[in-house]
């Protein structure tokens, strides 16, 4: 008999209630929430459709979802529209004409801010001057850019004139660039000098010199470089323009293009557990939908909000949650472009207090990171204007989930985990600002979204027992297919098992309903017959005093098939209450019995000053797998350098 998939050891007991005037004020309040759960149960199709129903589009759709051919459905066929048309064109016929879209404030210091007009303006620039290079509809183009107003310029500029955009992490390597270069095939390249980065200057064009040696001449006819850093650089004649040359004589009036709801918008690569990075792609139609209505319910975002999101935009949550659906909603969004400890621990806590931030979403990898540092640095600024938190990325925890929400939310502001993927494009599970709250939940699936806990044959896992996370039904934001590539996609998401979507993620449902992620399906672990989740180990330790980020693999064990090796960093000050490292080892051990149960078996526990992450703070566990047991590390492109 098929038990659980993964044994759940970890509980935990708090709750935290909304307050009264959240509740009160909130978009999607009881009434609502019943509502749109009762329709979504009843028809789905219908709730999106009344969703879709709620954006502009230049022509009606004939139906609400095609799934004559799955896996690859389609959303809102027939139906003509842009998403730059809703995050841009319509503002400018509203209040939202002369309000600040973006605010953008470089590491080193400058602020530059621009209205909705003035960032209309600007893309319509671009647009026109990428139309004059000769740039069609469904022709690539690739931005290799940091955190700058030009990235989110290029990304609606290329979006407006249906163009696919695919966005690369400035901080990927010259061989990484061209490989997605070489999947891709983009006509156009936007790039800067160089950027500033923890006190540095980087040089990015240089990268892209070098991505592009040899490249056949059909692929990147032009590479267009944003002036941000003052970097000597080789202008390559005639490919490479610079941008501020070649937007000056452009008019700031452009036609938007007229999309078929599903015209792809972008591709997204994700660096796989093994060989190539994927290229998800992702519509205009669906997609602008689902993103539209899970950032207003989650977000619950106000004409007078303010909105950080410290994700890069080359990572889906850039796409989803720093541009398309902060401007879609006409909100004001605070960009930056630099790392979140420079000049010191406080910089994240400055740019709250500077620009009134009201809305802070951002990862368990800065949280710890931050918490480490203590709290001593928020206490210096004036965090009062925060009404929302958010965490997205990885499990986050309890203990950094109660740091977060006492010392930054003054126990008082919601903080919702949400939990989703490149490949869902939205939030599919997540608390919303009137939930109860348990810390290191990621609370229920989002109306209209029907995401389960399943053993390997598709059956439900049934209450706090551990399993696969699977969704159920098409989602308007769902990726399409990879990018050249059906047939790898049927085999990585709808094939495992039959029928649903496969996450690639374990998790248990508790009483309530309530997810508690614990990690990838591949980084599971088995002691003995017991499938533990790295998330569970990882987050006993993490609450222990003396430690503040910890990351666990299986190994090789002759008696228990497989045991837990732990890589810890260490809290400052751990050497006040333990005699030696010894000592801490021995009680890290017993704590980590004590919280999950005797027969969690650490082999080893190694210190570090740092764990390796991918470049959106995710912790890379295949390397330390791989450093361990010799076994390959698969696509490392992602890995961050710090
Ligand atoms: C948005 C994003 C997706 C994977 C996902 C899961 C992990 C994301 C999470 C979470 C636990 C959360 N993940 N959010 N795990 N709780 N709130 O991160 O997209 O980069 O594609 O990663 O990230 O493992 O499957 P992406």
Same mark, same amino acid.
């Given at each position: 008999?098929?038990?659980? $998939?993964?044994?759940? *050891?970890?509980?935990?007991?708090?709750? =935290?209630?909304?307050? /009264?005037?959240?509740?009160?004020?909130?978009?999607?309040?009881?009434?609502?929430?019943?509502?749109?759960?009762?329709?979504?149960?009843?028809?789905?199709?219908?709730?999106?459709?009344?969703?879709? !129903?709620?954006?502009?589009?230049?022509?009606?759709?004939?139906? &609400?979802?095609?799934?004559?051919?799955?896996?690859?459905?389609?959303?809102?066929?027939?139906?003509?529209?842009? $998403?730059?048309?809703?995050?841009?064109?319509?503002?400018?016929?509203?209040?939202?004409?002369?309000?600040?879209?973006?605010?953008?404030?470089? #590491?080193?210091?400058?602020?530059?801010?621009?209205?909705?007009?003035?960032?209309?303006?600007?893309?319509?620039?671009?647009?026109?001057?990428?139309?004059?290079?000769?740039?069609?509809?469904?022709?690539?183009?690739?931005?290799?850019?940091?955190?700058?107003?030009?990235?989110?310029?290029?990304?609606?500029?290329?979006?407006?004139?249906?163009? &696919?955009?695919?966005? &690369?992490? !400035?901080?990927?390597?010259?061989?990484?660039?061209?490989?997605?270069?070489?999947?891709?095939?983009?006509?156009?390249?936007?790039?800067?000098?160089? =950027?500033?980065?923890?006190?540095?200057?980087?040089?990015?064009?240089?990268?892209?010199? #070098?991505?592009?040696?040899?490249?056949?001449?059909?692929?990147?006819?032009?590479?267009?470089?944003?002036?941000?850093?003052?970097?000597?650089?080789?202008?390559?004649?005639?490919?490479?323009?610079?941008?501020?040359?070649?937007?000056?004589?452009?008019?700031?009036?452009? /036609?938007?293009?007229?999309?078929?709801?599903?015209?792809?918008?972008?591709?997204?690569?994700?660096?796989?557990?093994?060989?190539?990075?994927?290229?998800?792609?992702?519509?205009?139609?669906?997609?602008?939908?689902?993103?539209? !209505?899970?950032?207003?319910?989650?977000?619950?975002?106000?004409?007078?909000?303010?909105?950080?999101?410290? +994700?890069?935009?080359?990572?889906?949550?850039?796409?989803?949650?720093?541009?398309?659906?902060?401007?879609?909603?006409?909100?004001?969004?605070?960009?930056?472009?630099?790392?979140?400890?420079?000049?010191?621990?406080?910089?994240?806590?400055?740019?709250?207090?500077?620009?009134?931030?009201?809305?802070?979403?951002?990862?368990?990898?800065?949280?710890?990171?931050?918490?480490?540092?203590?709290?001593?640095?928020?206490?210096?600024?004036?965090?009062?204007? *925060?009404?929302?938190?958010?965490?997205?990325?990885?499990?986050?925890?309890?203990?950094?989930?109660?740091?977060?929400?006492?010392? @930054?939310?003054?126990?008082?502001?919601?903080?919702?985990?949400?939990?989703?993927?490149? #490949?869902?494009?939205?939030?599919?599970?997540?608390?919303?600002?009137?939930?109860?709250?348990?810390?290191?939940?990621?609370?229920?699936?989002?109306?209209?979204?029907?995401?389960?806990?399943?053993?390997?044959?598709?059956? /439900?896992?049934?209450?706090?027992?551990?399993?696969? &996370?699977?969704?159920?039904?098409?989602?308007?934001?769902?990726?399409?297919?990879?990018?050249?590539?059906?047939?790898?996609?049927?085999?990585?998401?709808?094939?495992?098992?039959?029928?649903?979507?496969?996450?690639?993620?374990?998790?248990?449902?508790?009483?309530?309903?309530?997810?508690?992620?614990?990690?990838?399906?591949?980084?599971?672990?088995?002691?003995?017959?017991?499938?533990?989740?790295?998330?569970?180990?990882? %987050?006993?330790?993490?609450?222990?005093?003396?430690?503040?980020?910890?990351?666990? @693999?299986?190994?090789?064990?002759?008696?228990?098939?497989?045991? +837990?090796?732990?890589?810890?960093?260490?809290?400052?000050?751990?050497?006040?209450?333990?005699?030696?490292?010894?000592?801490?080892?021995? %009680?890290?051990?017993?704590?980590?019995?004590?919280?999950?149960? /005797?027969?969690?078996?650490?082999?080893?526990?190694?210190?570090?000053?740092?764990?390796?992450?991918?470049?959106?703070?995710?912790?890379?566990?295949?390397? *330390?797998?791989?450093?361990?047991?010799?076994?390959?590390?698969?696509?490392?492109?992602?890995?961050?350098?710090?």
């Amino acid at each position: 008999m098929e038990t659980g $998939l993964v044994d759940s *050891l970890l509980r935990e007991e708090r709750v =935290f209630r909304p307050q /009264p005037q959240v509740v009160r004020e909130a978009n999607m309040g009881q009434a609502e929430l019943k509502a749109a759960q009762t329709l979504a149960r009843q028809d789905y199709r219908l709730f999106w459709e009344e969703r879709a !129903a709620e954006m502009d589009w230049f022509a009606k759709w004939d139906q &609400v979802l095609d799934d004559s051919n799955p896996p690859f459905y389609k959303w809102f066929s027939g139906g003509k529209c842009n $998403l730059v048309h809703n995050a841009l064109d319509r503002h400018i016929l509203t209040v939202n004409k002369n309000k600040l879209a973006v605010i953008w404030e470089g #590491e080193s210091g400058e602020c530059r801010k621009y209205t909705y007009y003035e960032l209309y303006r600007e893309v319509c620039r671009l647009a026109n001057a990428l139309r004059g290079l000769g740039v069609q509809k469904g022709d690539r183009i690739l931005i290799y850019l940091p955190p700058l107003p030009e990235t989110v310029i290029t990304m609606l500029a290329a979006a407006k004139i249906g163009a &696919v955009q695919t966005l &690369v992490f !400035a901080g990927y390597s010259a061989r990484s660039l061209r490989e997605r270069i070489e999947s891709c095939r983009p006509k156009i390249i936007v790039t800067a000098d160089g =950027f500033y980065r923890n006190g540095r200057v980087i040089n990015l064009k240089s990268v892209v010199d #070098e991505a592009l040696f040899g490249e056949d001449a059909d692929c990147a006819e032009s590479v267009i470089v944003v002036h941000r850093a003052g970097v000597e650089t080789d202008m390559v004649e005639p490919r490479d323009l610079r941008y501020e040359d070649l937007i000056r004589q452009e008019s700031p009036q452009a /036609p938007t293009e007229v999309m078929d709801a599903e015209d792809p918008l972008f591709l997204l690569y994700t660096s796989g557990a093994t060989g190539k990075p994927k290229g998800l792609l992702h519509t205009h139609g669906g997609y602008m939908v689902g993103v539209h !209505a899970t950032y207003r319910w989650v977000m619950d975002v106000k004409p007078t909000d303010l909105y950080l999101c410290t +994700a890069d935009p080359g990572w889906i949550t850039g796409h989803s949650y720093v541009v398309f659906g902060p401007l879609m909603a006409g909100t004001t969004v605070v960009l930056y472009e630099g790392h979140p400890l420079y000049p010191q621990a406080d910089r994240l806590w400055a740019i709250v207090a500077r620009y009134g931030v009201t809305i802070l979403y951002t990862t368990p990898t800065l949280i710890r990171m931050l918490m480490r540092y203590g709290s001593q640095y928020p206490r210096k600024h004036d965090l009062s204007t *925060l009404r929302l938190l958010g965490s997205v990325g990885e499990p986050i925890g309890p203990e950094p989930w109660v740091w977060f929400h006492k010392y @930054i939310g003054r126990s008082e502001c919601p903080l919702l985990d949400t939990w989703w993927q490149t #490949e869902t494009g939205m939030f599919m599970v997540s608390p919303l600002p009137i939930s109860l709250l348990k810390p290191g939940s990621a609370g229920r699936p989002l109306p209209g979204v029907e995401v389960d806990v399943v053993d390997r044959h598709g059956n /439900p896992a049934g209450h706090d027992k551990g399993g696969f &996370v699977v969704i159920r039904k098409p989602w308007p934001a769902m990726a399409r297919t990879l990018w050249n590539d059906d047939q790898g996609y049927r085999q990585a998401y709808w094939e495992k098992i039959p029928g649903v979507y496969f996450a690639g993620d374990v998790a248990r449902k508790d009483e309530d309903g309530y997810f508690w992620f614990q990690g990838r399906a591949d980084d599971v672990l088995n002691i003995g017959g017991h499938r533990i989740g790295p998330a569970e180990v990882e %987050a006993a330790l993490t609450a222990h005093k003396s430690v503040v980020e910890a990351a666990v @693999i299986g190994v090789p064990d002759s008696i228990k098939g497989e045991a +837990a090796k732990c890589f810890v960093v260490r809290a400052e000050g751990w050497n006040k209450d333990y005699d030696s490292e010894d000592e801490l080892i021995m %009680a890290l051990k017993a704590h980590v019995k004590r919280e999950l149960g /005797p027969f969690v078996s650490i082999r080893a526990i190694a210190f570090r000053e740092q764990l390796p992450h991918t470049k959106s703070g995710k912790i890379l566990r295949r390397l *330390l797998k791989a450093e361990e047991t010799g076994a390959a590390p698969g696509d490392l492109s992602s890995l961050e350098e710090e």
